[in-house]
């Protein structure tokens, strides 16, 4: 699961931490190996006009192939570096999301009055998670997939009733 708890569930102390990243297939060490074998892969058909004019006229739109799945991969990582704490402690709940641009947003309740609650259909997102408290609500984990955001709810819920 891309979550992890610190101390380990289950929680009999008040204070405790949640973090939260989106799942990631293709680590970064991954990603460089990904883009040469993708390089030479494609360069096969070119061993074939080895010392040609042609060479020439067929290495641009190859660089231009690397570069663009280059920049794709980088791109989706740089939206992908989102991070959500969660930190409950004897009396407050205190929620920041770091933003890959932008600024990091936080939220604050009494930690008695928050509720975790379960939009299975009504969010932007299927199993879409929310906790209210004071006079707000706000989403936790709208990055994880469906099946994660089930699993992280019973978590959630059963660590916010045993504090």
Not at 4 to 33: G, M
């Given at each position: 699961?891309?979550?992890?708890?610190?101390?380990?569930?289950?929680?009999?102390?008040?204070?405790?931490?949640?973090?939260?990243?989106?799942y990631r297939s293709l680590l970064r060490k991954d990603f460089v190996?990904?883009?040469?074998?993708?390089?030479?892969?494609?360069?096969?058909?070119?061993?074939?006009?080895?010392?040609?004019?042609?060479?020439?006229?067929?290495?641009?739109?190859?660089?231009?192939?690397?570069?663009?799945?280059?920049?794709?991969?980088?791109?989706?990582?740089?939206?992908?570096?989102?991070?959500?704490?969660?930190?409950?402690?004897?009396?407050?709940?205190?929620?920041?999301?770091?933003?890959?641009?932008?600024?990091?947003?936080?939220?604050?309740?009494?930690?008695?009055?928050?509720?975790?609650?379960?939009?299975?259909?009504?969010?932007?997102?299927?199993?879409?998670?929310?906790?209210r408290g004071g006079d707000r609500e706000v989403e936790i984990g709208?990055?994880l997939d469906a099946g994660e955001r089930l699993a992280l709810y019973?978590?959630?819920?059963?660590?916010?009733?045993?504090?």
């Amino acid at each position: 699961m891309p979550y992890e708890w610190t101390p380990q569930p289950p929680h009999k102390a008040a204070n405790w931490q949640l973090c939260l990243w989106p799942y990631r297939s293709l680590l970064r060490k991954d990603f460089v190996l990904f883009i040469g074998a993708t390089a030479a892969i494609v360069t096969l058909p070119l061993i074939a006009v080895l010392g040609k004019a042609v060479l020439w006229g067929l290495l641009p739109f190859f660089l231009m192939m690397l570069g663009g799945l280059w920049y794709a991969l980088h791109v989706s990582y740089r939206r992908g570096e989102v991070l959500e704490e969660l930190t409950v402690n004897g009396t407050k709940a205190h929620l920041t999301r770091h933003n890959p641009k932008g600024p990091t947003q936080e939220w604050e309740a009494n930690r008695y009055w928050v509720t975790v609650h379960l939009h299975p259909k009504g969010g932007p997102v299927e199993n879409y998670i929310t906790l209210r408290g004071g006079d707000r609500e706000v989403e936790i984990g709208a990055f994880l997939d469906a099946g994660e955001r089930l699993a992280l709810y019973g978590d959630l819920k059963q660590a916010m009733k045993q504090t």
